[in-house]
């Protein structure tokens, strides 16, 4: 099995890449930085370099990768921004930088990655349940929630192109103990990196274009 990750220096990235090539899994990985980079070497995958939010650096994945076909891509690249309680507006590169991640990130590489899958290959953005305007409970980290509601638009669009091709899905990995979900969190990293692997295996192209949770119950948009 080939596998794909994107943003993988630390945190659910690095769980993935961590966990697929201890299952014999052939994983390519990309981080920012050399330290992030030697990290994903030392458990065994391929690293490359990408920064999803560089116009020059994120276009460079498809002839970084040219030729490969891979089973399974997952996009975990993200950033949280200000943590905010209420409306807070937020400073122009607060939103230039969450808006350039977790969505123009997305819209760059997702175009590259359709090239890059073999047929039949499942395909994942790590969305967030905060995106979801169906289940909202709370207005924190307004900017954040945007991203993510902008982003599962954009994986909505990608599952329409990619119909038939993969299988295209938005996951939500639960509240996770990462740099990103801080210590109080509900879910170990493993433990949410292992729910969402079962949730992908047993993924079929009925679920096709729909927005899970980390167990695999459906979230709506
Ligand atoms: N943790 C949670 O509770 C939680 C809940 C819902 C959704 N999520 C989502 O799950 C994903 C992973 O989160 P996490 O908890 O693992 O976060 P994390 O520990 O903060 O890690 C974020 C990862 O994204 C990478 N990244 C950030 N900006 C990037 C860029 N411009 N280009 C490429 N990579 C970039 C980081 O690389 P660097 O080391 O180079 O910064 C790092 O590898 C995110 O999309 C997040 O929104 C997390």
Sequence with gaps: ??????????????????????????????????????????????????????AASAASLAWQLEGEAFDLALVCAGVYGPRTQALDVPSQADFDRVMHTNVLGAMRVLPQLAELLAPGAKLAVLSSRMGSIGARGSATGWLYRASKAALNSVLADAARVLQGRAVCVALHPGWVRTDMGGAGADLDVAASVAAMRRMLAALTPAGHGAFFDHDGTPIPW
Excluded: P
């Design 1 to 54: 099995m080939k596998v794909l990750v994107v943003g993988a220096s630390r945190g659910i990235g690095l769980e993935f890449v961590r966990q697929f090539a201890a299952d014999g899994a052939a994983v390519t990985a990309s981080a920012r930085d050399e330290a992030g980079r030697a990290r994903l070497a030392a458990v065994g995958a391929r690293a490359i370099a990408l920064d999803v939010a560089d």
